[in-house]
């Protein structure tokens, strides 16, 4: 088969990976790639936010199956363009990608179907929102409706400073993406991420995976893409797990489909859970990253022909899929200063030698390499150094004894990645 991928983060490095030890691979196109992804295919300049080139592309390769990272442009209707062409493509159409494009669509669409989540108002003007905000107790949970690159979230304690927040968001501060707001009741719980793979019709559960959003150790500075995660996800064992396909994912591929809008590629939910069960967050419509590489570190079957049956609706023919028993752990390493603006460029040393030492994988999420083969950092997060382990522990210790042998003063990472899992 021959197969596209689109994006060039750390999550598309470990989607490539995998996907390069398929038996029936026989070429990737990497839209736009990376140097360290050239490795598993030809890596081609189109951005992966670049629907029109993407499209492009696609007509003229050929591809049997597009396989698609990032979310910008499945809600910018890559996937539906690709259609046109009848090209397959592993993600949601335009109109299934409203369940992470619209946060308004998505509380919406869970009252509808009654899917368990945190109350909420949608707003659009300053009197609606400080007036929903008086009745709320605190913490207040603001949310944009739209996409804003994971940092249209704020939660503050304090009613003013909410009020604020509110005026500032619909003023125009992510600008359409802030023209209407979701304010929500504050769950508390233990977060988890469940990811589905779904045609349609059928869903398969992945294992879960949880992440550290906060920038700084102890959980402690500005939140991220996500500083580093582990799976499984100890409070998604099988019995939660089964919850929370029966609460919440079903419901909700039965509603998109009814909906018009049947959902295919990977849903990728975000959950509290507490003694009451589990409660959708948001839901995202992609792999998460790193996420994605830890899943793909664990998973042990295929991951080709499960897309490819993801895209033409045969989920439900495909054998179930084998997963290392093993615990799985992924440490970002990031320009000092992301989540805010960074230096590009700093060199990079050490990475033959810890990409050496004992189950680790690095995957690349923002570097580039010189003429002369230096790798340089080439963003806000440029590592994410992965390992497995008997046990998480370990998994987490193989990580970071890899990342010492990184030499890279500009860079940091956070060195408590599992201490939440591993001291409960
Ligand atoms: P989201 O982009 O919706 O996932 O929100 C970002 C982060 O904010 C989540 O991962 C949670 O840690 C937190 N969060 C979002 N909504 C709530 C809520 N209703 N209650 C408590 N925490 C929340
Ligand atoms: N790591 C969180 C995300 O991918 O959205």
Redesign the pocket.
Known sequence: MKIMLVGNGGREHALAWKLSQSPILREMILAPGSDAMAVYGRCVAVAADDVAGLVQLAALEQPDLVVIGPEVALAAGLVDQLAELEILAFGPSAAAAKLEAS?AFTKDFCQRHNIPT?RSKTVATDMAAHAYLETLPG?Y?L?ADGLAA?K??V?TDELAAAKQAASDMLGGQFGAASAKLVI?????GE?ASLFVLCDGTSAVPLVGAQ?H?RAFDDDQGP?TGGMGCYSPAPVLDALMTAKVMDEIITPTLRGMKQEGAPFVGVLYA?L?IDQTGPKL??YNVRFGDPEAQVLMRRLQSDLLPVLLACANGSLADVPALHWDERPAACVVMATKGYPGKVEKGSKISGLERAAATSNVEIFHAGTKQDETGQWLANGGRVLNISAMGDDLAEAVNHCYAAVDLIDWPEGFCRRDIGRRALTN
Do not use: R, T
Not at 184 to 188: A, G, K, R, T, V
């Open positions: 946060k945190a913490p949970v949310k994971g249209g979230v939660i929500e009741e504050f769950l508390s977060e992440d959003k939140n975000g509290m967050i948001e």
